[in-house]
């Protein structure tokens, strides 16, 4: 059974947190008493307090010492012929697996913080710079689908120089925001909750359908307003889809209260909106300077 953390019952130290990284493998069995849930990866039996290291429902082995990895698709893919525990498909399958469970089914996303796994630091990186770089190349061929009956080589090259701060954009606002606190009985919990977060931008994924869509306007022949106002209609949707994976992760993997759940709602936009602005007048700015240095 998961337990609710409440602020009465542990501290936040964000100097020791920051060092749970690297204090906690990832592999490690859980201290005592830690108010996490480690289940049989063949029945999900609670494995707490057994006696011997085999579970009494399906009668599968485990090791107390080493932590299974979370079930999520993409912390489980590869070949099952190589390794038992990848039951996520491949590469590309189990990513999109991921993202469906971030976006349908964010509760069981969300409790993975609270459940004894091992979350790999690397592995979750991964999957936060494929996104980045899906919702960079989606903004990229959207502008390119725009500009497309008059392209020009001067357009072209400053098409590509949008590539750094659209990818600088993405990266900061996909990053961990202490908008509200995340409270831990124990530092995996915290670890666990950092490591995965970066897969809560899994909404980013869904951008390509903007450039599609113009693509497949184009070809057509619809109405140059009538695709403009649909496809700005899909790029709210995957802002909104976004915010709806953080916000969901936030609420779940946070175990945050409805006040701190909305705080949060209404920050993280306004977040996302300052950060674009500092990266246009950076842009701006860093453009005025190399057209002067030109001159």
Not at 133 to 150: D, E, K, R, Y
Request: charge should be positive.
């Amino acid at each position: 059974m998961l337990h609710r953390v409440s602020r009465a019952n542990a501290r936040y130290n964000p100097l020791m947190s920051l060092g749970a990284a690297s204090t906690f493998p990832g592999d490690r069995a859980p201290a005592a008493g830690a108010a996490t849930v480690r289940c049989c990866e063949g029945c999900g039996y609670d494995l707490r307090a057994l006696e011997r290291p085999r579970c009494p429902e399906c009668g599968l082995a485990f090791d107390p010492d080493h932590l299974p990895p979370a079930d999520i698709p993409w912390l489980r893919r590869g070949d099952r012929m190589l390794r038992a525990d990848a039951t996520g498909g491949n590469a590309f399958v189990a990513y999109w697996r991921t993202v469906w469970l971030v976006l349908a089914r964010p509760k069981k996303f969300g409790e993975t913080v609270w459940q004894d796994v091992a979350v790999d630091a690397a592995e979750t990186t991964s999957f936060r710079w494929i996104t980045i770089g899906i919702a960079v190349g989606s903004v990229l061929a959207t502008l390119l689908a725009m500009m497309m009956p008059q392209i020009r080589s001067a357009r072209l090259v400053m098409l590509l120089m949008l590539i750094v701060p659209t990818a600088a954009f993405f990266w900061l606002a996909t990053a961990r925001f202490d908008i509200i606190q995340f409270v831990a009985i124990w530092f995996a919990q915290e670890t666990r909750y950092r490591r995965l977060h970066d897969m809560s931008c899994a909404g980013l994924a869904l951008a390509p359908i903007v450039p599609m869509f113009l693509v497949v306007g184009q070809i057509m022949g619809w109405p140059g307003y009538w695709i403009a106002a649909r496809a700005f209609g899909l790029v709210w949707v995957v802002i909104l889809a976004w915010w709806y994976g953080s916000l969901r992760y936030q609420i779940h993997g946070g175990h945050c209260r409805t006040g701190d759940a909305i705080l949060h709602a209404l920050l993280l936009p306004f977040a996302w909106c300052m950060i674009g602005v500092l990266i246009l007048v950076f842009t701006l700015g860093m453009l005025g300077f190399v057209l002067g240095m030109m001159r």
